[in-house]
DNA sequence: GCCGTTTTCGGCCCGACTGTTTTCAGTCG
């Protein structure tokens, strides 16, 4: 028994997908290398510490984790190592796996790569490249090894994934443009894949189109001012890379089609094969181009709420086909209803030019107002945070004055004074205990030492959720999409204590953060927790984010009734009254 | 390796495109 801290969650997600991708090399049985990625999709979507459940026995309560992977995990938690993979790395290096990362490279070429030239690593796979070494290898040619090449280079330079508020503009713009080109002949055209499904990070974009011309579509797409170089052009399919480094990926299809076009290349991949599991239990083939009979006859589906019904399933909304039960809640009847952008009534985290804010107080309520709002909270930052010329106690009482003068003006929205209070190192808050209970609502949120051990940082945490006076905790983990990951959190812990305290999460609508992930958001559900999803804006034009944080929010499989902020003022006004009382 | 509204054994998604092929393997989504 290792004195280690235990894996998290994410260790054991790498393990299991090193397993997969050793294995894959290998040439393993390809259902048993799809038995290990299932097994570290699942705990990926857990929600819950992964070593607790394991300390309750509970491992074959996971969907895709059987007996093998439950003891392989056992022996992960007890000894800290894994007796299989070791085994299979003495074979086959855990260095080659980062090759599978080259395009056009799989795991048949590159066990070619290792068994003929002894290769292992990128610099090496260059070099040989570069030596001419590759085109003489069997099913290598000199395009493939310029391309390899190439590869290599790109694989370097760029980071594989993009924020969904950067990519989904872009998509647009390209959609918007064909739309202008092609005019009439595109029947339909839609945004597809991680796009669609407002995954918060996005690899490749998907737009989807069908067309009586395809070609005419093709080739309009290929010839848009955005695309830097056409990848590849097929009857269906073209791939373009934009001068933003993007690659685009177009599929045009008749319009009688368009129903399972559009499903399929929505996806997910996991969501995908679990239909076409269930069309295949049906006696049905189902492609991207109709469900096929045994006898070869089609059906054919020109909406994609055809596709869901022919398998006897409800329509499942895009953001939710992850192949994390929604297929049986599809069957069942019991899909949530979804929050919706016109649910939200207010944002209840801004900032101004008394912090890191770029417009005056004045300015942040009259774009509130614009919005249609019923309340906002002005929460600006706690004085620790000199950086961004956080409020000491003198200036937060001037500030009050300064709302309380502006309400006096405004009757159609209420406009609360809270801040942004500091959650310091040592685990106290930023402002003592009378001055918070000053303020009409208060977040607390981490912004310093991110990198603390889970215990203490979790203890910050709970510290600040059982404070009586904390209505709200900021961007919980901190994460920074691409950029950082969040804290190190007991989240099992968090989501317990502000479901016994009533502590709200938020679910911060910044691109950047996205913070709860979706994960954990379906988790506080689970366990009662009250959500709200803020902007957490600097400026007016920020409160447009608000749809990023209402799309993470329905992939947590959020209902308006579990957003603090869709309730009506009054409403609102109550739940503010209890939190005062108690 | 997992799993069961046709199965505790025998299944486990489907098609496009490229390059190296002389009829197809590999990769990708």
Redesign the pocket.
Known sequence: MGTAKPLTNRDVVRILREIAALLEIKGE????I???Q??AD?IEHLGRDLHALWQEGRL?E?????????A?IDELFRTGRLE?LERLEREYPRTLIEL???????????R?LYEQLGITTLDELEQAARDGKL?TL????????A?ILE?IQRLRRRSDRTLLGVALPRALDIVQTLREQVGSALVEIELA?SLRRRKATI??M?IVAAAHDPDAVMEAFAALPQVAEV?????????VRLHTGD?V?L?VVAPERWGTALQ??T?S?AH??RL??M????????????F?REDGSEILCAHEEEVYATLGLAWVPPELREDWGEIEAARMGTLPRLVTLNDIRGDLHMHTTASDGRLSLREMVEGARRRGYAYIAITDHSQSLGMVNGLDVERLRAQRAEIRALQVEYDDILILQGAEVEIKADGTLDYPDDVLAELDIVIASLHTALRQPREQITQRLLNAIRNPHVDIIGHPTGRLLLKRDGADLDMDAVLQAAAETGTVLEINASPERLDLDPVYVRQAIARGCLLAIDTDAHHTDDFANMQYGVWQARRGWAEARHILNTRSREAFEAWLASRRAS
């Open positions: 049985n390809r259902y048993r799809l038995a290990y299932r097994a699942a074959d996971i969907p895709g984790v059987g007996e093998a992977i439950a392989k299989y599978l990362d080259v395009p056009d490279l799989g795991p048949k070429r590159v070619t085109r069997p099913g290598f040619g000199a395009k493939t090894e391309k590869g894949g690899g490749d998907d990848l590849w052009r097929g009857s269906t399919k073209t791939r690659e990926d599929r399929y290349f996806g991949q995908n094969v076409r599991e069309a295949l239990a049906q006696g049905l083939s189902l492609s991207e181009y109709s096929k």
